[in-house]
């Protein structure tokens, strides 16, 4: 059997006494596609937030490509090969996309630490953002600043600043949540565009339109893994319709 | 942000050893006479309790509206020279009417404050600081320009001006007085918070402040209440203080890194940890400026910096500063 | 988390795909930079002092600009770089027996090294935290240098400080010493208008703006914290040199609560993350301090009621507030 790309074993974590997220082991093959749903307050965003780091678990373990990770600060794992989307659109809204992109190239290279040369002035990374920001078909504004976007297409920078970090492992919060049914369609198929060796994990809760896209799928329950297997397995499963539609 | 909880109660334990041992240390090592330790020990024990009246307010502030109040050592020293000038125009009048006149007229000024400057910026945490560190520069300037350069002196209640003689020694009563005033404070303030309608809705906003406005407190009431509460115990305190440090300028820049050092320590929010963090201070600064009065700053900077190195959100607070 | 609102329009304007040099834009430099070297052809040796004493200003002003603008870290007590630059330098030369040149180097050096321990510990928070423990560290440095008065000489402050000759020219003079002022302002100026423009100065605003994001996208953020606080310390610690130098004398006020207000107060009155707006921000309250007081004799009175102005009506700060009317006027940005 081939290394998971992210094996998460036994993962607990209390916010003051409360448990957000209870022994929760998940193991995710390259290449997957896996799709975590769940009843708001599930604890998808925070399960999330503790595979990029942002809070460490209460106890467990979570390894990217077999090397444990449990407690390396976020952007250690950003250098792993691990990129994620927010929920929450969180882009630099006084700043241009094509600024946006470059700051997710950079953030993987060594230029970040010059202290001499002025970003703009980096072509090669300016190209490579707008290469990036064609995949989401937003190169034509690639000089305007987020505040002048839709909230639709700030959907996409969101996408686009994972993308441009060519990740290995790929996190992706609810990248449908907000959307019309047009731009629905356009991110599902920015998404089932993405290689097949990236490795991506999906919070969603437009069960229609990300069950296309998942392989397999995990269903949380105030903080438990529910459900866990095949696509089919788990939509046909007694205990996803309870969770869902109250028995 | 990160805890565990066990590893976290190691730290925790380990840093209170390490603050006890090194107060311990500095205590024993002062000792030259038994006199001399029963009165640095009553020192410490009151600049703690005046201490604690400041910080209270100021932690509580802080927890509730996320508001660092610069301007809270002005207000203990305002509360000072009201409370010095009160009885300089009264014959007659107590220094506990005093201090209570004076703290009622710096509530006041503090709901002022609140309603009218700082609610206008309650998006703007950092023109809110910005503001209350001009408001300071403004009252200290107030009140060099109303009661001149030199120190006016609070005078000692009658009752309490002679100490209190028991197995041989003597003990400095009005200090004991301020403790057992702060003490009384700490345990009305617990009570107020723990067993009235108002300190639970003022806890329900410390923890969570949307959660607060969703059950449908009266989040601004309870600002100003709160900000009213913190601004009058702290120009009480001024008075409370004034037998002993008497009312000068350049009080309030005395007082306040000290308050703010309680603060970091204790973590903000918490009413325990203002408490215990006041009075490692009150006992830290009042030795090290016996033992090392050129270097008291020094050693106030060590607890501090202990502190916020293994544990930044202070040593009993629930947030992050 | 504390976070200067800015207006998107300021914000539009310090883009930073914005193209740089407009013939505008030279042209204001050229006739600033000109008038500048000139001034003490035209002008008398009160307005000159008042001019490096901007200078000087201005020059810690940046330097807190890059903790306040570029890193969104509202430090308060940014003064104590300047203030142990100066007592280090006045203290190496006047007791320690050191000549000008080791004095100052000691005095750059000894405070960087104390801006990178201060920012260990003031790092360890964000926001108020931040502000809150870099103005208690500054207070506990203040108390030393007023109470350790064997070392520090107290509140008599350190006197007996010369000034000193570099590359053999003399700049006792009000004019000589302004040049010189002026010459490392320039300096300063142009090396940190790199560091914010630069790559690192790009992640730096990221920090400020998306710090977890940053984090996500693989910057160590703290790091880029870390070395802003030290960049920063160390430009406050140049302009704690040409303070000391051209007071010849140093008083523990200059590491108060105060001089840090002061530079906090230049910084936002001028605009924040803006590059001229500290150098307007400290010429403001230089002058107000220099001018003004001389009538009002009230500093602190006259400092605190700028803030409240400055805070209350004009939180943008003075430069991007008429650039903001400047476009209007001409009908240009949007």
């Known amino acids: 059997m081939t290394t998971p790309a992210l094996e998460i074993i036994d993962l607990n974590k209390n916010f003051g006494g409360l448990p957000a997220t209870q022994n929760v082991s998940i193991s995710v093959q390259p290449g997957e596609r896996r799709l975590i749903i769940g009843p708001n307050g599930a604890g998808k965003t925070t399960l999330f937030n503790q595979i990029t780091g942002d809070f460490f678990p209460t106890s467990g373990t979570i390894k990217l490509f077999g090397k444990e990770v449990t407690r390396l600060r976020p952007h250690k794992r950003a250098h792993m090969g691990l990129a994620r989307t927010y929920q929450i659109i969180t882009l630099f809204n006084k700043d241009t996309l094509v600024h946006n992109i470059t700051l997710g190239l950079l953030g993987l290279r060594t230029t970040r630490w010059n202290m001499l040369r002025p970003l703009a002035t980096y072509g090669d990374m300016r190209t490579e953002a707008i290469r990036v920001l064609g995949l989401v078909n937003l190169d034509h504004l690639a000089d305007r600043p987020v505040t002048d976007i839709s909230y639709g297409e700030k959907r996409r920078v969101e996408i686009a600043m994972a993308l441009a970090q060519k990740p290995k492992v790929l996190l992706l919060d609810e990248p449908l949540a907000g959307l019309s049914a047009g731009e629905r369609t356009n991110v599902k198929d920015l998404v089932a565009s993405i290689p097949r060796e990236v490795t991506v994990v999906m919070i969603e809760h437009d069960m229609d339109t990300a069950l296309e896209l998942a392989e397999t799928v995990t269903l949380l329950h105030y903080g438990k893994v529910i459900v866990d297997g095949p696509h089919d397995a788990v939509v046909a499963d007694e205990k996803t319709r309870e969770v869902y539609l109250g028995h | 942000m990160q805890s565990g909880s066990n590893s976290t109660r190691t730290v925790l334990a380990l840093l209170a050893i390490l603050i006890v041992g090194a107060v311990s240390f500095s205590y024993i090592a002062s000792i030259r006479s038994a006199q001399f330790a029963i009165v640095q020990t009553l020192n410490s024990l009151a600049l703690g309790g005046l201490l604690f009246l400041l910080a209270a307010g100021f932690s509580l502030i802080f927890g509730l509206m996320r508001l660092a109040n610069l301007t809270h050592g002005a207000l203990f020293m305002l509360g000072a020279y009201i409370g010095a000038n009160i009885m300089r125009s009264f014959e007659g009048v107590s220094l506990w009417a005093a201090m209570i006149g004076a703290g009622l007229l710096v509530a006041v000024m503090g709901g002022l404050l609140e309603r009218f400057v700082l609610r206008r910026l309650s998006n703007n945490s950092l023109g809110q600081v910005l503001v209350t560190l001009g408001m300071s520069f403004i009252i200290a300037d107030a009140c060099l320009i109303i009661w001149g350069g030199d120190p006016i002196p609070v005078p000692t209640p009658p009752d309490l001006r002679s100490p209190i003689r028991a197995f041989g020694y003597a003990f400095p009563s009005y200090r004991l007085a301020v403790v057992v005033l702060a003490v009384v404070a700490a345990i009305a303030l617990y009570l107020l918070l723990e067993r009235t309608r108002l300190g639970a809705m003022i806890r329900a906003g410390v923890d969570d402040m949307q959660m607060a406005r969703a059950v449908g407190i009266p989040v601004s009431k309870l600002f100003t209440a709160v900000f009213m509460l913190g601004a009058g115990v702290a120009g009480a305190a001024g008075v409370l203080g004034g037998p002993i440090m008497s009312a000068y300028p350049g009080l309030d820049a005395d007082m306040l890194p000290l308050a703010l050092i309680v603060v970091i320590l204790g973590g903000v929010g918490s009413l325990f940890g203002a408490f215990v963090g006041s009075f490692i201070i009150g006992f830290i600064y009042t030795f090290g400026t016996a033992l090392l009065p050129d270097l008291a700053y020094v050693i106030l900077f060590l607890p501090m910096i202990v502190v916020i190195a293994f544990r930044p959100q202070g040593l009993f607070g629930r947030i992050a500063a | ?334």
């Open chain 3, 1 to 334: 988390m504390s976070k200067v609102e800015a207006t998107d329009t300021a914000a539009a304007a310090a883009a930073p795909v914005e193209k740089r040099n407009t013939p505008l834009r030279l042209a204001v430099y050229a006739v600033s930079g000109a008038l500048l070297l000139a001034l003490p052809l035209f002008s008398g040796d009160f307005y000159i002092n008042l001019a490096s004493q901007i200078l000087i200003a201005a020059i810690f002003a940046l330097s807190l600009n890059l903790l306040v603008g570029y890193g969104g870290l509202s430090s308060l007590g940014h003064a104590s770089f300047l203030g142990l630059s100066a007592y280090f330098a006045a203290w190496f030369f006047t007791r320690g027996g050191m000549d000008h040149t080791s004095s100052a180097l000691i005095a750059l050096f000894g405070t960087t090294v104390v801006a990178g321990l201060f920012g260990l510990i003031a790092l360890r928070a964000s926001g108020l935290g931040f502000l809150m423990i870099t103005l208690a560290l500054s207070q506990v440095l203040w108390g030393v240098a007023f109470r350790w008065s064997s070392v520090t000489n107290g509140d008599n402050g350190l006197s007996g400080l010369t000034r000193p000759m570099p590359f053999g020219l003399d700049i006792n003079g009000a004019d000589s010493f302004y040049w010189f002022s002026l010459v490392i302002f320039a300096v300063s100026f142009v090396l940190m208008a790199v560091f914010t423009e630069s790559a690192f100065g790009s992640a730096l605003r990221g920090t400020r703006d998306q710090p977890r994001r940053m984090a996500a996208l693989g910057f160590d953020v703290w790091l880029i914290r870390w070395i802003t606080f030290v960049y920063a310390g160390f430009w406050g610690a140049v302009a704690g040199l040409l303070y000391v130098y051209y007071h010849k004398y140093i008083h523990p006020t200059s590491l108060s609560i105060t001089a840090s207000a002061e530079g906090l107060l230049a910084v936002i009155a001028g605009g924040s993350g803006t590059l001229g707006g500290p150098v307007v921000g400290a010429a403001l309250v230089m002058i107000l301090k220099n001018y003004a007081s001389a009538y009002v004799e009230r500093w602190n009175m006259l400092l605190g009621l700028v803030f409240l102005f400055i805070v209350i009506f004009m939180p943008e700060g003075l430069v991007p507030g008429t650039k903001r009317l400047w476009k209007r006027f001409t009908g240009g940005g949007k």
